[in-house]
């Protein structure tokens, strides 16, 4: 409804800035991204380890990667598949279902994350979406606090190709255009794609939002500390290859499509360790 966001690298006219006038919500006081200072977090005891199930298996259905105009996201194919990849969080061990996973990033010379730490932006941000158990639908979690939880993940450049992004990488020219979408064959699981399991016990916990309208202040938010590896020719196959969407003939790279850190405000960031 109404005229669309994008990022200021599609037109600076509906960019974040803007977003707060076509979705109140974005003007809000518990917004993400966020910078996190290292020195301001505060480190609390009860944020033990994240309990993963279904991370260190192959789905039984098949990914669908798709662009939705703003990214590039792996949806699982059918509900009851990723009722098996959840996580539990936080003191109420609250228990999370995945739903879809993407990627912020920036362009062949500059980074895109959406998180920084210390002032320092990485070169592209992974998101793995959940949602409360406890509701039905997307839609009514979204109605509650802590009714979803995004795990975020930063990208560091290596020398080496990470080949767990191989077939993702390998999909990308089948999703160049919005609405396309591919079925990759689930050969890999999730845990392929993320830093090892073992160096996950460093993270930011804060309080937050959808970095996207309608910013919903409904996200709690984790943020790992150990990055991903990926070479800069897979990084550079997101800015080549994904196209935001187009008017006419015209195409247009896929670029920056980030937000930038929104104020901290009231809210304090909570670190797992020291
Ligand atoms: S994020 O992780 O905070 N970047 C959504 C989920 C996670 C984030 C942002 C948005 C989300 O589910 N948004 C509503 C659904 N989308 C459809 C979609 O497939 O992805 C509607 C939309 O935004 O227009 Cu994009
Ligand atoms: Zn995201």
Redesign the pocket.
Known sequence: PGVP?CYDSQDPKCGPRYWKDLAKGCGGDNQ??INIDRRKVQRDRNLGDILFEGYDQAPPGKWKL?N????A?M?LEGESVSEHINITIGILLEKYRA??F?F?WGTLKGNGS?HTIDGDQFPMEL?V?HMNTKYKT?SEA?GHPNG?A?L?FLYKVSDADNSNYNTIVAGLKNISRQGDSVDLASTFCLNNLLPSMANLSKYYRYQ???????C?EV?VWTLFEEPILISQSQLNAFVNTVHFPATGASLMKMTNNF?PPQPLKNRKVYASKD
């Open positions: 966001w993400s991204p798709m939705n105009g703003h990214t996201m949806r739903l879809q993407h912020h959406e998101h979406v997307f979204k979803l995004v975020g937050g939002s959808l970095t996207t309208p309608d919903a996200v937000r």
